[in-house]
């Protein structure tokens, strides 16, 4: 059990990458407070019948105020936050010049300042108890771009600079963050695929599949454990090998 006694604040929990992260979580210890638009309460049930305990809740991290709630809320019920992992996002494509303010806005809202008000509520009980793990999920696109994604793309790029930021900030106080730079996963973001652009898609991964969910809960894992105490300011790729 690698993270027993540890409480973890995990967005985006209701599918997909999330939900994997909150599942490897509980199955090694931890208690788990997951967010999403809509409350993850099926997933709650999956965690306490593992015999940990879970808090779910309908939050949407792009609404300040709704993060801090949640935040006091989890403090309320667990006393405290040991992993925060900025997992949330969404992506609204369009080239350049149709994209729409909103879709821009949406994007950077969601993935990138509902990190930020998660990373701020949550350090602030991590800087009292002068520990803590922050794990931001990025995306491959973050550092190579996509046509198509210029929202999306600067969002998560974004997120490598606040995990590098965060890191230098909170170092001194005995919390590591780090990001994940997850390339293709197989999910709901990437479902509607269709089959020529997965063929041309496989063509640039060197391993030759798309990745699973569990393969970025398995990193996460690792972040959040005993083993990595020593790692900050890092950007693990998950993808294959997509970018070397
Ligand atoms: N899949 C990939 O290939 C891939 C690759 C690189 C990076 N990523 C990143 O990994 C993360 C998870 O992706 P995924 O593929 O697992 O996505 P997903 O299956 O679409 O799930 C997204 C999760 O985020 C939640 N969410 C969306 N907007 C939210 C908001 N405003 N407030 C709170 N929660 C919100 C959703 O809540 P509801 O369930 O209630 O709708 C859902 O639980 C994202 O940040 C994504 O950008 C994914």
């Known amino acids: 059990m690698q993270l027993s006694n540890n409480v973890a604040f995990i967005t985006g929990a209701r599918r997909g990458i999330g939900r994997a992260i909150a599942l490897k979580y509980a199955q090694q210890g931890a208690d788990c407070v997951l967010l ?25 991290v792009s609404d300040a105020d709704a993060v801090d709630a949640s935040v006091k809320q989890a403090i ?31 994007v950077i809202d969601v993935n990138l300042s509902g990190a930020f008000y998660c990373t701020k509520a949550v350090s602030r009980h991590m800087l009292k108890a002068e520990r803590g793990r922050i794990i931001n999920i990025s995306s491959v696109i973050g550092q190579m771009g996509n046509a198509g994604q210029a929202n999306y793309a600067a969002s998560k790029a974004g997120m490598i600079g606040l995990t590098k930021s965060v890191a230098k900030e909170l170092g001194s106080r005995g919390i590591t963050c780090n990001a994940i730079a997850p390339g293709f996963i197989t999910t709901d973001m990437t479902s509607d695929m269709s089959e020529e652009a997965r063929k041309q898609l496989l063509k640039n991964i060197p391993l030759g599949a ?13 972040l959040a454990s005993p083993g990595a105490r020593y790692i900050t300011g890092q950007v693990l790729n998950v993808d294959g090998g997509m970018i070397m």
């Open 76 to 106: 309320a019920q667990f006393g405290r936050i040991d992993v925060l992992v900025n997992n949330a996002g969404i992506a609204q494509d369009g080239l350049l010049l149709r994209m729409k303010l909103e879709q821009w806005q949406n």
């Open 36 to 60: 999403a638009r809509s409350a993850p309460t099926e997933l709650a049930a999956e965690i306490e019948a593992l015999g940990r305990k879970a808090l779910a809740l309908a939050v949407d």
């Open 210 to 222: 798309l990745g699973e969910p569990e393969d970025v809960a398995e990193v996460a894992l690792f």
